[in-house]
């Protein structure tokens, strides 16, 4: 039967129409389309009706040259545009990139990914140039690694070019936080799973959040006497926040970096 087998596939590739199949029919659909058959010998050795559609090789029934008539091809996407601007000014909103569809995925091809990611971000000037986005309570804070994208440029045209401006680090030991940090499994906030109840966590204070005229971060703390407790939120998921205490501010962040973040 093997031989036999064998002698009706090599047959095939020397005159295709010999014996049927999707080539032959010229089929090939997505999906279940009970429409979508040719006459043939199938991939389980018996001559009839076989399928060409995409769920056949799920029920069995495929014409035997079903795989070389219909090659899976899988989804391709573009670049990711550019990072779009903050959806609003002073105040937490998001920015977003998108990227689009090059090609659909045809005949069981691997589907498309993420077309749109969406990321925390916060304005500290007007169109006008004037500085806000200081008076917000709590902190807010994302990831140490957003500070590699973040320009450090001034907040505001007030801010002199040799100002202080290296910034400082606070270190908070952590009293509470709510579930929704550790459901977190977005590509770009992924970074609060790593958010635990009993950690001292570094927080950088580096422009353009730092203030221009007092040289601090919002909600840093730093008048707190240690005892007191402030309130985070995170960046990209208002719904992940909880409260910390102070527990002392020093030049440099040392934490590990998965306990590392900046004010935003």
């Known amino acids: 039967m093997r031989a036999l087998w064998m002698a009706l596939c090599a047959l095939a590739r020397l005159w295709p129409g010999a014996l049927g199949g999707c080539a032959d029919a010229g089929r090939c659909c997505p999906g279940r389309d009970p429409s979508c058959f040719a006459h043939g010998w199938r991939l389980d050795r018996i001559y009839g009706t076989c399928f ?26 573009g670049e990711w545009s550019p990072w779009s601007g903050c959806a609003d000014q002073c105040k937490p909103t998001a920015r977003v990139r998108r990227r689009t569809v090059l090609h659909e995925p045809r005949n069981g091809g691997a589907p498309c990914p993420a077309l749109e990611e969406r990321a925390g971000c916060l304005e500290y000037a007007t169109a006008q140039g004037q500085d806000c986005g200081h008076a917000f309570v709590p902190a807010f804070i994302t990831t140490s690694a957003f500070n590699k994208e973040r320009t450090r440029r001034a907040a ?67 008048d707190s006497d240690g005892n007191q407790t402030l309130h985070w939120q995170a960046i990209g998921n208002p719904r992940c926040q909880g409260t910390w205490k102070k527990v002392r501010r020093v030049e440099q962040c040392s934490c590990p970096a998965v306990h590392s973040f900046i004010f935003i």
């Open 156 to 222: 505001s045209p007030q801010r002199s070019a040799d100002a202080d401006d290296a910034g400082y680090c606070m270190e908070f030991k952590t009293e509470s936080l709510t579930p929704h940090c550790a459901l977190e499994n977005r590509p770009l906030t992924r970074w609060m799973q790593y958010l635990r109840e009993g950690y001292t966590v570094c927080v950088g204070c580096q422009p353009p959040a730092m203030n221009a005229g007092s040289l601090r971060c919002s909600g840093d703390g730093l």
């Open 52 to 77: 060409c559609d995409q769920a056949c090789r799920l029920t069995g029934d495929c014409c035997f040259d079903y795989a070389a008539a219909c090659p899976a091809s899988p989804c391709i996407v």
